[in-house]
């Protein structure tokens, strides 16, 4: 007796899937719209955020009347009343969207994994840099609440024209792009050890004080100094106050060499943030989900 086999064909059968690769950009704008959307429910935090940077305008102002600095940023003129209150709020401007960039990410890392939707966010095939780019999108978004005022504000006390204006906040946004991509490595801190805020928070405050956010770089010794430039956001500081006191201060490079700088920052740190996120990828899924 013969047994009856399916007779072969050179024919290809094709499986097609309901889903479909969902492209960033959707994954980018879907990020933002859930975020909003929650932020929308918590608005007193909102309103705390506003509020902090209220408490921090009056005290540089309170400082800048008690205090003053010399260095060589400002030949000829001191750092003091009405030059140093212009000086720190130029470092109010960036520090809005320090607070969305390096802390964004990492937030997002945080509540997932108190919330238990890491593991899904890292087992589906949407873009995971497209989210964390949503999350950064939408923190910007929220912060314009605080940032309007507080540029505002440097306007008013600088009495800056139109044109120094446009390009403080072209300045803003190159350093913004280049700080998505470090918060984006800060937050694979979290993917790796998971409780790490208080790590980042101690970056956070380092930086700040590193970049020249609270005093001259001509303060701080020479190798602190060399440090310092290795921050995208120490040449975005210097940016800013050269446009905010309409080109009396005294750059660390000619200024269109540190707007190459703040280019090769952004493109740079973009492409080692999207390495360094696709190899935790490989990471986890060679050890398991459950790792992270």
């Given at each position: 007796?013969?047994?009856a086999?399916p007779?072969?064909?050179a024919?290809?059968?094709?499986?097609?899937?309901?889903?479909?690769?969902?492209p960033?950009?959707?994954?980018v704008?879907?990020?933002?719209?859930?975020?909003l959307?929650?932020t929308r429910?918590?608005l007193?935090?909102?309103?705390?955020?506003?509020l902090?940077?209220a408490?921090?305008?009056?005290f540089?102002?309170l400082?800048?009347?008690?205090?003053?600095?010399?260095?060589?940023?400002?030949?000829?003129?001191?750092?003091?009343?009405?030059n140093?209150?212009?000086f720190?709020?130029?470092?109010?401007?960036?520090?809005?969207?320090?607070?969305?960039?390096?802390?964004?990410p990492?937030?997002?890392v945080t509540?997932?994994?108190y919330?238990g939707t890491?593991?899904?966010?890292?087992?589906n095939?949407?873009?995971?840099?497209a989210?964390?780019?949503?999350?950064v999108?939408?923190?910007?978004?929220?912060?314009?609440?605080?940032?309007?005022?507080?540029?505002?504000?440097l306007?008013?006390?600088?009495?800056?024209?139109?044109?120094n204006?446009?390009?403080?906040?072209?300045?803003?946004?190159?350093?913004?792009?280049?700080?998505?991509?470090?918060?984006?490595?800060?937050?694979?801190l979290?993917?790796v050890w998971?409780?790490?805020?208080s790590?980042?928070e101690v970056?956070?405050?380092?930086?700040?004080?590193?970049?020249?956010?609270?005093?001259?770089?001509s303060?701080?010794?020479q190798?602190?100094?060399?440090?310092?430039y290795?921050?995208?956001?120490?040449w975005?500081?210097?940016?800013?106050r050269?446009?905010s006191?309409?080109?009396?201060?005294?750059?660390?490079?000619p200024v269109?060499?540190?707007?190459l700088?703040?280019?090769l920052?952004?493109?740079?740190?973009?492409?080692?943030?999207?390495?360094?996120?696709?190899?935790?990828?490989?990471?986890?899924k060679?050890?398991?989900l459950?790792?992270i």
């Amino acid at each position: 007796m013969e047994l009856a086999y399916p007779r072969q064909t050179a024919e290809t059968t094709i499986t097609h899937g309901l889903s479909r690769p969902t492209p960033p950009w959707m994954t980018v704008l879907a990020t933002v719209r859930k975020n909003l959307q929650v932020t929308r429910r918590y608005l007193p935090n909102l309103l705390g955020n506003l509020l902090q940077m209220a408490v921090r305008v009056a005290f540089f102002l309170l400082l800048s009347n008690t205090i003053s600095m010399r260095g060589h940023e400002m030949p000829g003129m001191a750092l003091d009343g009405h030059n140093l209150y212009v000086f720190l709020l130029g470092s109010l401007v960036l520090f809005v969207f320090t607070r969305s960039t390096l802390w964004g990410p990492i937030n997002a890392v945080t509540n997932d994994l108190y919330n238990g939707t890491l593991e899904y966010l890292y087992s589906n095939p949407g873009s995971r840099y497209a989210y964390y780019v949503g999350v950064v999108i939408s923190e910007v978004l929220v912060s314009q609440v605080v940032f309007i005022p507080v540029f505002a504000l440097l306007a008013l006390v600088s009495g800056v024209g139109l044109g120094n204006m446009v390009m403080m906040l072209v300045a803003c946004v190159a350093v913004l792009i280049a700080l998505t991509a470090m918060g984006i490595m800060i937050a694979l801190l979290a993917l790796v050890w998971r409780q790490v805020n208080s790590i980042a928070e101690v970056l956070g405050i380092l930086f700040e004080m590193l970049a020249g956010a609270y005093l001259p770089l001509s303060a701080f010794p020479q190798a602190v100094q060399t440090v310092s430039y290795l921050l995208p956001f120490t040449w975005g500081y210097d940016l800013v106050r050269y446009y905010s006191f309409q080109g009396r201060w005294q750059t660390i490079l000619p200024v269109w060499q540190e707007w190459l700088v703040v280019a090769l920052f952004a493109v740079v740190f973009t492409l080692a943030s999207r390495y360094l996120l696709r190899r935790a990828e490989q990471l986890a899924k060679r050890q398991g989900l459950h790792l992270i």
